[in-house]
């Protein structure tokens, strides 16, 4: 009886190791529209930024609004989601400069919070962003 006892205990064990393998190793799902506001500054006004994303796996794919040059928006590259972390990079070109940001985040639910980081006079500057998942573009 106690060998039966050890045997399923040993069972239940493994079952508790391969489901939590399991729910831990998919990646969360950044397909959708979301969007964030960028506050006033000096004399530029709010701005609402929209961001279009497709996740296969452990890719992403998608495009930004913003820029001067392109009103479709701007191809995210490098784009990947591990677990709940996503990451990926956004180039534009400005009078013949090419500026990169690097954005980070964690999705959870219908929200991404995390880091923008760019490079500007030498300097890497960061800060924080919240995109919100529109509730009908997923």
Do not use: H, Y
Request: hydrophobic share 30%; with cysteine.
């Amino acid at each position: 009886m106690q060998r039966f006892a050890s045997k399923a205990l040993q069972a239940l064990v493994c079952l508790a190791l391969a489901l939590t393998l399991t729910t831990t190793s998919q990646a969360a799902d950044a397909t959708g529209t979301w969007t964030w506001t960028t506050p006033a500054q000096g004399d530029r006004p709010e701005r609402t930024t929209t961001l279009k994303l497709k996740s296969e796996g452990d890719k992403v794919t998608g495009t930004v609004s913003g820029g001067r040059q392109n009103a479709e928006g701007t191809q995210i590259s490098e784009g990947k989601i591990t677990g709940d972390e996503i990451s990926f990079k956004v180039s534009r070109e400005f009078n013949g400069n090419t500026m990169v940001q690097k954005f980070n985040g964690k999705i959870s639910g219908d929200t991404i919070k995390g880091k923008i980081t760019s490079e500007r006079d030498g300097q890497e500057r960061s800060r924080d962003w919240e995109a919100k998942r529109k509730a009908d573009a997923k």
